[in-house]
């Protein structure tokens, strides 16, 4: 058995239709480049849970804790939006049960094997190879990453 020893915590939020209001945004975006003075600088509202959440009877938000999955993005502390009525393809990222404990790895399948792997090449997270002895499920596959960048 291949398991990671190091030990990462997730925390679980559900969500009702009220929870995610709608907030004021800008219609034509925001240039990462320089900016365009023939866009249109019309607002509207953006109702966010209908922007990050497809099913929301099957769709919770969790804390990830830990370091394995940097290099995809996921940093310590980030709101994941989960969706657990999606099937895991082979490249998702999941939250995954392993023996009872949850992690968020990257969902791989390669000849009918099914492996995890973390992503942070500044450490030594070896996959974790699915097999007979290990109790597993995919609890759900995350849809958006949301993170601080202050």
């Known amino acids: 058995m291949n398991m990671n020893t190091k030990k990462e915590k997730l925390t679980f939020y559900s969500i009702d239709n009220n ?33 990050l959440v497809k099913s929301p009877a099957s769709t ?21 939006v989960v969706d657990k009525s999606l099937e895991a393809k082979s490249g998702d990222i999941v939250v995954a049960a392993l023996n009872g404990e949850f992690t968020v790895k990257r969902y791989l399948v390669n000849n009918k094997q099914v492996f995890l792997r973390a992503e942070n090449s500044s450490a030594n997270y070896p996959d974790i190879i ?5 109790d597993f499920e995919v609890w759900g596959v995350v849809t958006h990453t949301i993170h601080k960048n202050r």
């Open 19 to 51: 929870d995610l209001k709608k907030i004021h945004i800008y219609e034509s975006g925001v240039s990462a480049g320089f900016p365009s003075p023939a866009d249109d600088y019309l607002d509207t509202d953006l109702n966010l849970h209908k922007y």
């Open 60 to 80: 919770f938000f969790i804390v990830a804790k830990g370091h394995s999955m940097e290099d995809a993005g996921i940093n310590d502390e980030d709101l994941l």
């Open 130 to 134: 699915i097999n007979d002895v290990i």
